[in-house]
């Protein structure tokens, strides 16, 4: 016979009761007693890292989505946004079974429990966030902010999905959390699912009060609304009356979202509603200590991690803490064996509808394989190399456009307000920036907005980026591109995503792979010629080179050519981030699409077109490059040097694949120290003309054997309103400085070459009073073309 509804919310309240007893477990117990009395300190870790204050409130939270997904058969999933919060989430996937099921030894017995316990926060196991290795999970929390961001991501193209998303008040103090209570403005109630946000006013930080939880109530309500939210309030400390509370919220929420998606799907006519969302108001530690030593614990800042920070060693607490293990009266949760009685597990949905099991949170399962456009529908016509120029990005913003077009509800392209301004506008051909908000006349002419959109444009990068990331880890594929200056931005985004995809492939395998974390940077560091020196930082590409090789890739095309054959490569590799440094301006065209094809899978090409050491002796000199400019001031350079000392040996080397130039055992990209070695030969000159700073391609050539010859040349901060060629000079990467650098270090060069180093030093004086002058670069530059016939 089915239950009335305070039958059910007295069984919620034990269920909970049950979550709560796992989390003070987990926190404190290295051996489980259950039921022994009394604890021991022998029962107690050695060294206690966990997290209480926001615990009872998730399991709260949990307990209560349970009973909606049962009623409603929903599609849900849960996102935790209070970083240490994983007691909170670990202990509803244990009682629900979905925890064992990944993990057969943590069994729903006592044996099982005890090492359930004893894993959380203990060396050699899980973290106190919601790791990877937490079934149900898709959002770690290690950094806080992005909760709101991630659960968009998710329900994007995700029609049936709900994404339960609890926003700590710590958390809401962030910047990207507060930019994205903004993502109701770009979810379709159609085509999309919907985000339920749960405001969680615990009260407190580490050491301090939080901002939402102690303005007035009238000021909290309005800001939300004023975000375009309809706000449940949900306050107290009495459980009893909390549950009653909430379950009249989840009710009224869950049946405002299905009205919603009801009314809109059947009229066919997409509207921003003002969506529900709750806001809980719960003591941070509720049903923890109240005190310690006449300090206040429950309700307060020191309820944060562990109230009781020395069970092992004080009596007092070792007592406090038994007390509050039995307050749960687990005899009443757990039978003798220690599983959870029956009538509690009925509580849990079952299969694909528990949280810990949703596909959509481990979403390589759901993932298809990406159709890709043929790229040689978008080649540019190579007829000699260095003859013509062509805009690099735009070839890959077709090659977007049709990727699109067969991937209508799996790939979305994410991007601060410069889709046209990147030049990928081609994508508007067939499909726009999606917008919820109000239309005005003029904004069909030329803006580019609509109710349904495969590009996501705002002026956040963090927003943007999680929802990008909360999109990949649901099973599909995404595209992020911004100002290279700028993209430091999310770089601790980035951080944790490598971290997360690293962690899923050495800790939890059980995951399947997902899509490519994919960022192009463009508008670089050398064609800034109004923005000046706050927009040249091109060290965003130095970062990926501190993570893991296995999850990171760097690519540095010279042509468009090459930028679609890194594209080939890049967007279909899983479980990778990918960062694609090329810039929107026109430039030098060089290589034929199969060349690219060939040159970006070797990573490291040997450009014998514009060399002429192929006579069977050594080079003179190597010259490498990496990066547009780079290799048009190197080609520049050759050409120069060709006229000037003819009979010099001059080797070019191109590189694409950045981590290329370090050994295989760091990267799966690197070359072998023979191929290394013969490229760059073991003792002869190289100047390397990179487009970041120069110390990176020393961190990763330091072991090689030609190393002490190898000389850097890269961005070195040094720049303001310049022309391009005027840039490169100040930095010492154009092709003047470059042959005098040829001349200082092959052997022999030196005064023999004087005459051809002084022209060099005149020719940068000219070209800068030029640039001064007349305010741009004289047309020998700009006009420049390579003009040398092929040695071969």
Known sequence: MAMDHEQELQLLDAWWRAANYLAVGMIYLRDNPLLAEPLRPEHIKARLLGHWGSSPGQAFIWAHANRVIRHHDLEMIYLSGPGHGAPGVLGPTYLDGSYSEVYPDKSQDAGGMQRFFKQFSFPGHIGSHCTPETPGSIHEGGELGYVLSHACGAVFDNPDLIALACVGDGEAETGPLATSWHINKFLNPISDGAVLPVLHLNGYKIANPTLLARIPREELVNLMRGYGWDPILVEGSEPEEMHRAMAAAMDQAIATILRVRQDCRQSGEAVRPAWPMIVLRSPKGWTGPRELNGKKLENFWRAHQVPLPAPNKDPQQLTMLHDWLRSYRPEELFDANGTLRPELQALSPTGARRMGSSPHSNGGRLRRSLRLAPIEDHAVHIERPGQSEHENTAPLGALLRDTILRNPDSLRVFGPDETASNRLQAIYEVSKKVWMEEFLPEDLNGSELAREGRVVEMLSEHTLVGMMEGYLLTGRYGFFHTYEAFAHVIASMFNQHAKWLESCKLHATWRAPIAPWNCLISSTVWRQDHNGFTHQDPGFIDL?????????????????????????????????????????????????????????????????????????????????????????????AVEILHGEVPKLRIRVINVVKLFALTQPSEHPHGLSDRDFDSLFTTNKPVIFNFHGYPWLIHRLTYRRTNHPN???????????????????????????????????????????????????????????????????????????????????
Not at 587 to 606: D, F, N
């Open 544 to 636: 990926a080179g501190n993570k893991s090789g296995d999850v990171v890739r760097v690519y540095l095309p010279a042509d468009a050519n090459c930028l679609l054959a890194v594209a080939e490569e890049a967007l279909v590799e899983t479980n990778v981030c990918n960062i694609i440094v090329s810039d929107k301006q026109k430039h030098l065209q060089y290589l034929t699409l199969e060349e690219a094809r060939s040159h970006v899978a070797k990573g490291i090409g040997l450009w014998g077109w514009a060399s002429n050491d192929d006579q069977g002796d050594e080079p003179d000199v190597v010259m490498a490059c990496a990066g547009d400019i780079p290799t048009k001031e190197v080609l520049a």
């Open 710 to 792: 190898i000389h850097v040349r890269g961005y070195k901060e040094k720049g303001n309103i310049n022309t391009p060629l005027e840039l490169a000079m100040n930095n010492q990467i154009d092709r003047f400085n470059l042959v005098i650098d040829v001349i200082d270090r092959v052997p022999g060069l030196g005064s023999r070459a004087a005459h051809v180093k002084e022209r060099m030093k005149e020719e940068i004086l000219g070209h800068r009073r030029y640039a001064h002058t007349h305010g741009m670069d004289s047309p020998d530059v700009t006009g420049w073309r390579w003009s040398l016939p092929s040695p071969h």
